[in-house]
């Protein structure tokens, strides 16, 4: 892998209690990059919402719901966020419930999706 600016700034913000969250073009290494930070930690749950079933995972979900899906998980990836209705408020539900898990989040650079993220999430997340 490429060590990147940005993964000395992941790095310095896991653990921290917000939730990280990378945007960018395909093909950049956003999720090569949140890998490589959880490469050696156990209890990593990774949602890729290109995939149907990680989206229903994650869709229209109440607070319960959510901390059920976490469970013991101490890393929980995103991935292709922008495939998730409404996925702005997921985040949010996530970061209120003070969970012991570190929420890595993907997603593409398109303004709809920085929109749905920052509003909601606002003081919850660390944007790179």
Same mark, same amino acid.
């Given at each position: 892998? !490429?060590?990147? =600016? !940005?993964?000395?700034?992941?790095?310095? /913000? @896991? &653990?921290?209690?917000?939730?990280? =969250? #990378?945007?960018?073009?395909?093909?950049? &290494?956003?999720? =090569?990059? @949140? /890998?490589?930070?959880?490469k050696d930690m156990d209890g990593v749950l990774r949602l890729n919402c290109d995939n149907y079933?990680? $989206?229903? *995972?994650?869709?229209?979900?109440?607070?319960?719901?959510? $901390?059920?899906?976490? &469970?013991?998980?101490?890393?929980?990836?995103?991935? +292709?966020?922008?495939?998730?209705?409404? #996925?702005?408020?997921?985040?949010?539900?996530?970061?209120?419930?003070?969970? *012991?898990?570190? !929420?890595?989040?993907? &997603?593409?650079?398109? @303004?709809?999706?920085?929109? +749905?993220?920052? +509003?909601?999430? =606002?003081?919850?997340?660390?944007?790179?």
């Open positions: 892998m !490429i060590h990147r =600016t !940005i993964e000395q700034l992941v790095e310095n /913000d @896991f &653990g921290k209690g917000k939730i990280i =969250t #990378i945007m960018g073009a395909r093909q950049v &290494g956003k999720t =090569t990059l @949140f /890998d490589a930070v959880a079933d990680d $989206r229903a *995972d994650l869709e229209g979900k109440t607070s319960t719901e959510l $901390r059920q899906l976490v &469970g013991s998980h101490k890393v929980m990836i995103i991935d +292709e966020a922008q495939r998730v209705r409404n #996925i702005g408020l997921t985040p949010k539900m996530l970061a209120d419930l003070h969970l *012991d898990c570190q !929420i890595l989040v993907t &997603g593409s650079s398109s @303004f709809a999706l920085a929109n +749905e993220i920052n +509003e909601p999430a =606002t003081g919850r997340t660390n944007l790179n």
